[in-house]
Structure formats: structure tokens, C-alpha cells
């Protein structure tokens, strides 16, 4: 008996023939020497390896609690302004007419034109005052008979 055995050679030769950047995902061809590379420039290692650290710095800085895993909490104040503004019409104004009214509306400019009265600084104005009430006394001069003299007299 004869006993035959037979063996086959299977060679499996498994060759890198690429892969890509461990960042940016572009294809980087092997050469098949030395180390396949994990990167495809020294741009991409440096910020994997920025993103590394970073990762475990802020782990250590937890774990000393010199930094809050919690987010950040804020406190707003929101301030409406609400403005209201009524408009008033101007309805015409007409001049007194009696002489008790012209007394109290004469009274109120007197009033006005005193030291700590309204019109009293605004010198600009004085001259458009003045004029305006030596024409209303020459015309009411003309109007009582006897002129101011006879008015003034009898005071």
C-alpha cells in the first residue's frame, strides 16, 4: 500500500496598496515601505493632534474641577417700552372778550415775564411784546374818551 499525500502551496501575499487621511479622508497612495502613512500633510496631523490634546485637556480639567461639564446658564432681562403719544388738535384760539379776561390773560404775561417766569429769559421775544402792547394802549387811548390822560387820572 502506498500511501501518497498530496500538498498544495497556497501563497496569500496581502500588500497596502493605499489608504486614506486619518482627517481629511484624501487618498494617499503606499508605497510599501517603511510606515503606511496615517496623514496626507503635516497640516492634518497637526490638527488631529490639536483635536487629541484638546479632548484631553478638558478631561483633566474636569476631573480637577477647574472647568464645569454643566453648560453655560444665562440670565436675560428683556425691557419693553411701550410709548403713547396723543396728538391734540389746536382748536382756535380766540381772544377774550371781556375786560376781566383781558385782565387775567395780561395778568398770566406779567407772570411769565417776572424773574423766574417762562418768557422772562428769552430777551428775544421782549421787543415783539413790547410793540405789540404800545399799539394796543395808542388804540386804547383813541378808544376812551379823554385819551390815557383822563385813564391815568382817575387810577
Partial sequence: MTDIHEVDSVEVRDRLQGRTCAWCATYIPY????????YCSRSCRN???EV????????RDIAAAAMRAEPVREVRTETITRTRT??????ERRPPSTAKDWVEHLAALTGQLRKDGTLAPR???HR???HALM??????GDAHPGGLDELAARR
Avoid: F, I
Fill in 135 to 140: 399799539e394796543a394802549l395808542v388804540v386804547l
Fill in 47 to 49: 490638527r488631529a493632534w
Fill in 31 to 38: 508605497s510599501g515601505r517603511g510606515r503606511p502613512p496615517s
Fill in 123 to 125: 430777551h428775544w421775544d
Fill in 86 to 91: 396723543r396728538v391734540q388738535t389746536r382748536l
Fill in 128 to 130: 415783539k411784546l413790547y
Fill in 52 to 59: 487629541r490634546t484638546a479632548e484631553r485637556r478638558l478631561q
